[in-house]
């Protein structure tokens, strides 16, 4: 949960409906569509505050409706969202996407302390937890790990989003931080690290219903994520602390992945499971879906 009201965040929810969102990221207020925001819209004049407005469909995109001299490049220069010491660049995409989740940051806290960093500081380099972040994306959960004194492995199939999350490492200050920066197919890189016999002692995952891989693979979540979770388990070392798992799919059953899991390594091997919704709070504490998360933890 992120609530519109905290300190800490450059982000505010401030009302979603009718398929819409309308967020402020850092001094831009932007109108975007989102399946979760159903029902009507709470303030619909606060939607003419709006300085980004993005629209599906054939001739849509990003449109501007910033007052002034005001243009797209102006607004994207130096665009940027604050989530803690965490800084990240925003450009909008062809998409409609940002380059945040800050859903996310919600799991940030349970990460540290399922990881034992909320009691201690990390000082030796042998010391640091190794974290396996696939789906990475352009890296916030990744700087929010390194910030507390892990060692990240950070995977994407995007040489331009990969990218992304190194300028945004740099924002942060983390530009020599312990993180390994890989463009790889996620379920390839698994593959090979458990033939090289690395390990891990937290997984996080945030798959796309469907995708392209850095050579063309196509991802289908229903198809591969089940053997992409089977070889993550055996990649986890002894001592194992934690496995997140995010998604917005219907396509896969959470159920169904832990019975399979179970059959694989039995109870005590997968640990303990807690799913839940994830969701962010506008400015009225209304609750927005934004999907699921998977918890696993050994304690």
Same mark, same amino acid.
């Given at each position: 949960m992120v609530h519109s009201s905290s300190t800490s965040y450059d982000y505010q929810l401030l009302d979603f409906g009718q398929g819409r969102k309308l967020e402020q990221l850092g001094q831009v207020i932007v109108d975007r569509p989102c399946p979760g925001a159903t029902g009507p819209k709470f303030n619909p004049k606060a939607w003419q505050s709006s300085q980004l407005v993005y629209r599906d469909g054939p001739g849509g995109g990003w449109d501007r409706q910033a007052s002034g001299e005001e243009t797209m490049a102006s607004i994207q220069e130096n665009w940027e969202c604050r989530s803690g010491q965490v800084r990240?660049?925003?450009r909008p995409t062809v998409a409609g996407q940002l380059g945040v989740?800050? $859903?996310? *940051? !919600?799991?940030w806290d349970w990460l540290r302390e399922s990881l034992g960093l909320e009691k201690q500081a990390v000082e030796q380099e042998s010391d640091k937890p190794r974290v396996l972040s696939l789906f990475a994306y352009t890296g916030a959960t990744t700087l929010a790990l390194a910030l507390s004194g892990c060692e990240v492995t950070? +995977? %994407? /199939? /995007?040489?331009?989003? +990969?990218? *992304? !999350?190194?300028?945004?490492? !740099?924002?942060?200050?983390?530009?020599n931080a312990s993180?390994? *920066?890989i463009v790889d197919d996620a379920s390839a890189f698994v593959k090979r $690290?458990?033939?090289?016999?690395q390990q891990y002692d937290a997984i996080i995952l945030d798959p796309p219903t469907y995708g392209h891989g850095s050579q063309g693979d196509r991802w289908q979540i229903r198809r591969d994520l089940v053997p992409l979770l089977s070889n993550c388990w055996q990649l986890? /070392? $002894?001592?194992?602390k934690a496995v997140l798992l995010c998604g917005h799919s219907s396509h896969i059953s959470i159920r169904d992945i832990n019975q399979i899991l179970v059959a694989d390594y039995g109870r005590k091997g997968v640990g303990k499971c807690e799913v839940s919704q994830a969701f962010l709070? %506008? /400015?009225? %504490?209304r609750k927005l879906d934004c999907g699921f998360s998977a918890k696993y933890s050994w304690k």
């Open positions: 990240l660049g925003i989740f800050p $859903e996310h *940051w !919600a799991h950070h +995977v %994407d /199939s /995007s040489k331009p989003t +990969v990218q *992304w !999350a190194r300028e945004n490492a !740099a924002r942060s200050g983390l530009q993180i390994r *920066w $690290e458990l033939r090289r016999n986890l /070392s $002894e001592n194992r709070l %506008d /400015s009225h %504490d």
